[in-house]
Each structure stands twice: as C-alpha cells, then as structure tokens.
C-alpha cells in the first residue's frame, strides 16, 4: 500500500461572494465597537471651571439676597417703629436687655434708634436710624459680604442711605463716612451661621459708634 502525502486543506470562503465566515465577520464587529466606544473614553473630561466658578459663586449670591431682605425688614420695622421684629433680629444675649431698654423713650438705645432729640453724644450732628431712614429721598440698601480671613465665616454689612445724596464713590470713602455717617449712615453688621444671618452688633450697631467701615475695609 502506498501512502500519499496530505496536502492542506485550503480555507475556503463559505458563500460564493467571497465574503468573511459568520465568525470572522463577528470578531471584526466586536473589535470595531470596542475601538468607537475607546476613543471617547480615552478624550473624556470633567466639567471644566466655568461650571464650578457657578456652582461655588451660588451660595454668596444667595446670601447677599437673603441679608438684603433683612435689611428691608428692619428698615421697614424702624419707620414703623415695630420693636418687636427689630429684637427677633437683634443679638440673642442682648434681646432681653434691650427690650427692657426700649420701654423707655429717654434711654440711650431708644434715642439712637427713634429719636434725634434725647441724643447726648457727639457734636450735635448725630440722627437717630429712623430720622436717617424717614428722611431720606431715595432710601437705598446696600450690601456688602465678604468672608473673614481670621476665622473663615462670611460677614454681611448693611448701609441704609439717601442714594440721592450719597453714591456707592462716597461710600468707599472713609473720610466721607466719618463726616457723613452721623448724620446720613445707618449700618448694622451679621455673620452667616448655619446658612441663617445673625447679628454681630447690637440693634443697629448702637454701640459702635466710630466711623462706620467702607465695603472694601470691611473685605480686609
């Protein structure tokens, strides 16, 4: 008997097109999907900043919105002469001392809030809030916020001005604060707790009375 070489067997396309085997054809798919999905892996990235400058630019916003709405009350509660909500504002450890206070029209804290004739100190030039508020031709709120470099908390001041006499130039002006501020300023300084504006002075900042601080001085 003799025995023949076996020659190879010659793979041969499965359809007369010429066209790859199911299988072949299958595996070429699977390796083109994964390149189009590798390719937008590969160049993905996070949001970039101008997303998150927003993100982190929100809560001040939000803040700032929410202290001028406070000014607008208390504002409102001065020509009203409403002690009640100025107190539920006031600093919590002095609430029950000023209350007392107010039931006397001849005290201190009473004068420098409602009443310009009983004020005994400085040049004679000092106004009570309410004559700076009531006179006022255009009574103007504006807010200052600015986070604290000693103990990272964000601060709120808040100017109540006759803006047709004053602008926001004067206002950053130190000089015109200390000349003007007795007669024409009222400020009252919060601190952001717990996302809720507490205040930091008294009624008013009653018992603060040199110059009042610019928005700039205050941001130091």
């Known amino acids: 008997m003799i025995f023949r070489p076996v020659q190879p067997r010659k793979l041969q396309w499965s359809s007369p097109t010429h066209c790859l085997p199911d299988a072949a054809r299958l595996g070429l798919l ?21 997303h998150a400058q927003q993100k982190s630019g929100a ?15 208390v504002a409102k509660a001065v020509l009203d ?43 004679g030039t000092w106004r009570s809030v309410y004559d700076k508020l009531s006179q ?4 103007e709120i504006k807010v200052s916020v600015s986070s604290s470099r000693y103990d990272r908390q964000l601060y709120g001041n808040l100017f109540f001005y006759d ?13 015109f604060l200390c000349k003007e501020g007795p007669a024409s300023i009222a400020t009252w300084k919060f601190r952001l707790e717990g996302g809720k504006w507490k205040s930091v002075n008294p009624l008013f900042d009653s018992e603060t009375r040199d110059c009042p601080k610019s928005p700039e001085e205050d941001a130091k």
């Open 30 to 50: 699977f390796l083109f999907v994964v390149a189009q999905h590798a390719v937008p892996l590969q160049g993905a990235s996070t949001p970039r900043a101008p």
């Open 59 to 73: 809560p001040r916003g939000t803040a700032s919105r929410d202290l001028h709405k406070i000014g607008e009350t």
């Open 81 to 123: 002469k409403n002690i009640d909500t100025l107190l539920s504002y006031d600093r919590a450890d002095l609430r029950s001392v000023d209350s007392v206070s107010l039931k006397n029209p001849k005290s201190d804290l009473y004068c420098y809030l409602f009443d310009s004739e009983c004020i005994t100190w400085g040049d």
């Open 136 to 139: 006022a031709h255009q009574l």
């Open 163 to 175: 803006a047709s006499a004053i602008s926001d130039k004067n206002l950053r002006s130190r000089d």
